[in-house]
């Protein structure tokens, strides 16, 4: 192929994803105005003939809140919200919705890439992205869940607990709260999806397979490190708690990569 019609073809490449890219910056745009504006009252009819007024964000995040707080392992927990500044409201309002409105979008992301990037893969490749696709979701989800409803709750807990040691009152910043359960929640999902990523990469050849299965316990001692940084408790129960899951899929995904080079040796001899 020529220079000039490499050139050609990389720019129908890159102009097909601009315009992919575009429809997922519209459909984010559009999230982000009905996160903002649209009443959350409507679902509660004497609400919204009375008047009542919430943003569909503000109702989502106060939701998440109400949800942390009365968790049963938070439940003796008593916070006292305050505001760093007059203008907190407005910045809460539009970082909640700008947060809700990116990850609700990240499926239409997904899709455009997707859509983007098939036309050039072997069908054999085809397959095994879809088959993998559903599950690296599915983990991701799953730990956001986990993420929520234990690991907020039991370092909320931790982070009171060790305050009344020293008889202080725990006044926090709404904001404080919000950006915590949020990058909790969403970290949790992420580290969730590490072992299958791993395996996704490993089995189309760009992690080496046998480091993985020799070096395995270093790693989850790595995962377990980890697992302390994204909890701000600092290591411990919470960490644990976090890190557990995470080993214990990647033990199942080292199993599942040892029996596919038993396979290929097999194949070969």
Same mark, same amino acid.
């Given at each position: 192929?020529? $220079?000039? %019609?490499?050139?050609?073809?990389?720019? +129908?490449?890159?102009?097909?994803?601009?315009?992919?890219?575009?429809? !997922?910056?519209?459909?984010?745009?559009?999230?982000?105005?009905?996160?903002?504006?649209?009443?959350?009252?409507?679902? @509660?009819?004497?609400?919204?003939?009375?008047?009542?007024?919430?943003?569909?964000?503000?109702?989502?995040?106060?939701?998440?809140? @109400?949800?942390?707080?009365? $968790?049963?392992?938070? $439940?003796?927990? @008593?916070?006292?919200?305050?505001?760093?500044?007059?203008?907190?409201?407005?910045?809460?309002?539009?970082?909640?919705?700008?947060?809700?409105?990116?990850?609700?979008?990240?499926?239409?992301? /997904?899709?455009?890439?997707?859509?983007?990037?098939? &036309?050039?893969?072997?069908?054999?490749?085809?397959?095994?992205? +879809?088959?993998?696709?559903?599950?690296?979701?599915?983990?991701?989800?799953?730990?956001?869940?986990?993420?929520?409803?234990?690991?907020?709750?039991?370092?909320?807990?931790?982070? !009171?607990?060790?305050?009344?040691?020293?008889?202080?009152? &725990?006044?926090?910043?709404?904001?404080?709260?919000?950006?915590?359960?949020?990058?909790?929640?969403?970290?949790?999902?992420?580290?969730?999806?590490? &072992?299958?990523?791993?395996?996704?990469?490993?089995?189309?050849?760009? /992690?080496?397979?046998?480091?993985?299965?020799?070096? +395995?316990?270093?790693?989850?001692?790595?995962?377990? !490190?980890?697992?302390? /940084?994204?909890?701000?408790?600092?290591?411990?129960? %919470?960490?644990? /708690?976090?890190?557990?899951?995470?080993?214990?899929?990647?033990?199942?995904?080292?199993?599942?990569?040892? +029996?596919?080079?038993?396979?290929?040796?097999?194949?070969?001899?």
């Amino acid at each position: 192929m020529s $220079s000039m %019609g490499f050139l050609k073809d990389f720019k +129908r490449h890159i102009d097909e994803l601009i315009r992919r890219l575009k429809r !997922v910056f519209i459909f984010w745009f559009i999230l982000l105005i009905l996160l903002m504006s649209f009443p959350a009252s409507v679902f @509660n009819i004497q609400s919204f003939l009375e008047g009542s007024y919430t943003p569909l964000s503000v109702f989502i995040v106060n939701t998440m809140a @109400n949800y942390v707080l009365n $968790s049963p392992l938070t $439940s003796t927990v @008593n916070l006292v919200f305050i505001a760093k500044d007059l203008s907190m409201g407005f910045e809460l309002w539009l970082l909640s919705a700008f947060i809700l409105s990116f990850l609700f979008s990240i499926p239409h992301l /997904i899709l455009e890439i997707w859509r983007f990037i098939e &036309p050039g893969l072997y069908e054999h490749e085809k397959a095994f992205l +879809r088959k993998t696709f559903l599950p690296i979701i599915g983990c991701f989800i799953g730990g956001c869940v986990f993420g929520f409803t234990v690991i907020v709750p039991i370092i909320l807990r931790a982070f !009171v607990t060790v305050m009344m040691w020293f008889n202080i009152q &725990p006044v926090v910043a709404y904001m404080d709260f919000i950006s915590f359960v949020v990058a909790t929640t969403i970290f949790s999902g992420l580290f969730m999806t590490t &072992p299958l990523i791993v395996y996704v990469l490993a089995r189309i050849g760009l /992690i080496p397979v046998e480091p993985l299965v020799k070096y +395995r316990f270093p790693i989850y001692i790595g995962v377990y !490190v980890l697992a302390a /940084i994204i909890t701000p408790d600092g290591g411990s129960f %919470g960490s644990a /708690i976090l890190a557990l899951p995470v080993i214990l899929l990647f033990e199942v995904i080292i199993q599942m990569l040892k +029996r596919s080079i038993k396979r290929t040796n097999c194949c070969r001899g």
